[in-house]
């Protein structure tokens, strides 16, 4: 069943295609094909041959966020529409009913074998995204493709949104290589709504890596704040419209102790520290 042409208009569109399930059925990814100058391709295999982005974004209307699907087994519904990404021009979409095509070397895409943490940005209005970070010893840190690296959907919507930068490409899941003894990801929260709204950052403390790093500290580098992420499990600040706060979440095997000061000339720059750790 011929669903629609996918297509790469110019430079600027960036291959983004929105779709839909033209019958009242659901599907998986694996039941789609895609063909490509006489050529039929699942959909593992289109991604493998870098003719679409292996992806595709589903918005979750109830939780307002995106939701990304990237397994065969992933299921595509009737009602709802989908962002594809595609990296040629005119390629056709096709519903292939289960079993009718080869798929000998079709394969699922590896799921994460080390750590992953998610955090969400979630403002007074309701409005929020979740932003997943980790280490896979299969993985680099550069661009692995999905599902350890997936680019962040399109807009609209939601209004915040929340991702790390590689190469001006805005991520929502960044995996990096572990273990390692230090890692940093620069993180951009951004409001695209009107006026300013207060910003609430949540994490599962329990998803922090405990033994791989000595400290796991979000730091606000506008403000200069910093937050163990093992202690604390949110972190609020406000932000204006049109504005993108910027964030790092710093992994390290040194100890933080505190900040020396020298307040003015009558303390003569004068610290008091001490050991915060039994050793």
């Not at 295609?17 to 050529?39: K, R, V, W």
């Amino acid at each position: 069943i011929y669903i629609t042409t996918l297509t790469k208009k110019n430079s600027a569109s960036y291959g983004w295609n929105l779709f839909g399930i033209p019958f009242n059925q659901s599907i998986n990814l694996d039941d789609l094909e895609f063909n490509y100058q006489g050529t039929s391709y699942t959909f593992y295999e289109a991604s493998s041959e870098g003719l679409i982005y292996g992806v595709v974004y589903h918005f979750d209307r109830e939780n307002q966020q995106y939701i990304f699907l990237y397994q065969n087994t992933d299921t595509l519904n009737p009602g709802y529409g989908y962002w594809i990404k595609v990296f040629v021009q005119d390629i056709e979409l096709w519903y292939l009913p289960s079993g009718t095509m080869d798929r000998e070397n079709d394969q699922d895409s590896p799921r994460w074998s080390s750590w992953t943490a998610n955090i969400s940005a979630f403002e007074t209005g309701g409005s929020g995204e979740t932003f997943i970070f980790g280490e896979d010893s299969s993985a680099t840190d550069g661009d692995d493709g999905p599902p350890l690296d997936i680019q962040h959907a399109p807009y609209p919507p939601p209004d915040l949104v929340i991702y790390s930068m590689m190469d001006s490409t805005k991520y929502s899941v960044d995996t990096r290589y572990g273990p390692d003894t230090s890692k940093t990801w620069d993180i951009y929260v951004e409001w695209k709504g009107s006026g300013s709204t207060t910003v609430t950052l949540t994490w599962d403390v329990s998803q922090i890596p405990s033994d791989e790093y000595a400290s796991v500290i979000l730091y606000d580098v506008e403000s200069g704040t910093s937050t163990n992420m093992r202690s604390a499990s949110s972190y609020g600040f406000t932000i204006d419209s049109n504005e993108m706060h910027h964030f790092k979440i710093i992994c390290t095997n040194k100890i933080y102790i505190t900040t020396l000061t020298k307040k003015n000339s009558a303390s003569y720059g004068w610290n008091l520290f001490g050991i915060p750790f039994n050793q």
